[in-house]
């Protein structure tokens, strides 16, 4: 490599980097404590990411390959310190990575200041006549299956209140987010979280409509008599007291 052709690489590094700077480290923010090390851990990911820089395939993935550099740095920082207390699973790595690299957070016209919601029985907003919800945590039985957090997906920008689904017969209000590939994220009511694959084709390509043609999305499905597996999965997850 010549020295134009370097310098020139340098350049267009600089300026990617930049304009991505922000969103990578509010990544580290999310998964390192005490904020002291994130300064150090920025440091050694820009130097990695220059010296890998000419494997990057397109400009247009300069954030995701960004990121997947820091997880595998943030990772090397947790084994290094051997601090366990801070060692999140995977799944909610994933989940963080996910969430930065929200496509909605490129739209000026949507605001996905968060990417999760809390399940409307766990006390949310008040839907009367689908559900009594459950208003303190001895109320929700079977913790280690009810979910509290989901990821939510709102066509109208950012998540308004709580995420809702109704009852009897059982019907979707909310779409989910399904960044992973068909996939969302679930943090349950015993601590644990969980990444589930959705399988039913309608609801499917009902959450991708709000996910990538959000003003031509319409809220409430009722799902074919033959895709009831997701439904019923979200249905015997919802914490809440009891249904109507």
Known sequence: MNEQSQNTGDDEFIRLYLAHECRIR???????????????????????????YSSLESHDHFLRWALSIVRFEVLKHFEKKRNRLQMFSSELISAVEEKVADIRLKDPQQGAYRSFSIANGANGENWPGTHVPARRYSEIRNPASKYLFIEDLDPRGSNVGSWQMNFGPPRFIDPVAMWHKEQTTLGFADGHSNIHRWVDPTFIEWCEGGMYNPTAFSFDLTPPDDEQTDITFLAGGFPCRSHY
């Open 26 to 52: 509010e990544y580290i923010l999310c998964l390192v404590k005490p904020y002291a090390y994130v300064d150090d851990i920025l440091q050694n990911v820009v130097v990695l990411m220059r010296k890998q």
